[in-house]
């Protein structure tokens, strides 16, 4: 048979598959697909795979096996129920065999950094939160890192494939697109392609300032762990740009599963969020970074603020959503 096309990487009951062993599935034990674990895109053989999440981008549903000889069905990943800890401790280290990882200094991306002990890397405009955030981390773990000053000048320049790229072009979409172009684009040049990322962390232990008013926290939740299929369009197209694609150990299954045994009220608690994560986070980074409280990526990184000034330089003073319609019309025809 052809060698096996995949995108990202498999695991089979904890232990990391590698092409042949790949290969000798799909020939002989093509069910044995339904168990794979991972953030993957598989095709060979007749049959197409994807993730049970939907991280990796393919042309088959999330979670589905279809294959030419009739063998169909959902993904489950075969994988042990851990504590959220131990969850968290082999999502990162299943990962962490290459790759970079994006560092902002929150609590997310800094346990995952810690644990992965790979080169990382932060990007944001001169002076911004997340430079000095992330370098304050850094310093404090020990941990290599690579620090991008983005220029306003860059990101008038990468905006236009940005928008055509993404799917929803919305200014908050954009904003975090954008950060995550020059992200990608430092990877892919340094001859990354993986990142490891702190995303989905919030969706799946209530990060959200408006979780903290919510009445409805557990369907809150609900739903926007469901729109992290959507985000990971977003993000992995921007990705693909620059050869690379990010990878999320918060969405591992073992660390879903273990977050999901956590009711909503443990996760959100008086003025605290996401605290299940900042309690294991404390025992490995300290509580000065476990419990900091960090901006979003696209205003910490200085690019929300950017892309509103581009709008009012280029005419648009009280619409970026405006301003950014104009550029897809312009520049793509969409």
Request: proline share 4%.
């Amino acid at each position: 048979m052809n060698e096996p096309e995949l995108a990202g990487w498999i695991e089979l009951d904890g232990e990391r598959l590698t092409r042949p062993d790949i290969r000798t599935i799909l020939n002989e034990r093509p069910t044995d697909i339904l168990r794979f674990g991972g953030e993957f895109f598989l095709s060979g053989n007749g049959c197409r795979a994807r993730d049970h999440f939907g991280v990796i981008q393919g042309n088959c549903p999330k979670g589905t096996l279809t294959c030419e000889n009739g063998t169909s069905g959902v993904i489950t990943p075969s994988v042990m129920d851990l504590p959220l800890e131990e969850a968290i401790i082999t999502a990162v280290r299943l990962r962490s065999d290459e790759g970079v990882t994006a560092l902002s200094g929150g609590v997310d991306s800094t346990l995952v950094a810690h644990l992965a002990r790979r080169e990382c890397v932060a990007v944001g405009l001169s002076g911004s939160h997340d430079l000095r955030q992330a370098k304050h981390a850094a310093e404090m773990l020990n941990l290599s890192c690579t620090y991008v000053e983005i220029t306003r000048p860059e990101i008038a320049e990468a905006l236009p494939m940005v928008i055509a790229t993404i799917p929803k072009k919305d200014p908050v979409n954009t904003s975090i697109a954008l950060t995550q172009y020059f992200i990608t684009q430092w990877a892919g040049e340094h001859g990354y392609h993986r990142i490891i990322t702190g995303q989905a962390a919030d969706e799946i232990f209530g990060g959200y300032s408006r979780y903290l008013d919510s009445k409805t926290l557990e369907e809150d939740l609900a739903r926007d762990f469901a729109g992290l299929e959507q985000q990971a369009e977003r993000d992995q197209s921007i990705a693909a740009l620059h050869g690379t694609y990010l990878s999320m150990p918060y969405l591992d299954m073992r660390v879903v599963r273990a977050a999901r045994k956590i009711p909503a009220s443990e996760k959100v608690q008086g003025n605290l969020r996401k605290v299940p994560l900042r309690t294991v986070a404390e025992r490995h980074i300290g509580p000065e970074l476990a419990w900091y409280e960090k901006k979003a990526m696209q205003y910490g990184s200085g690019v929300w603020k950017e892309l509103c000034s581009l709008a009012r330089k280029n005419g648009y003073k009280t619409s970026v959503q405006d301003y950014i319609d104009q550029i897809s019309r312009v520049e793509y025809g969409h």
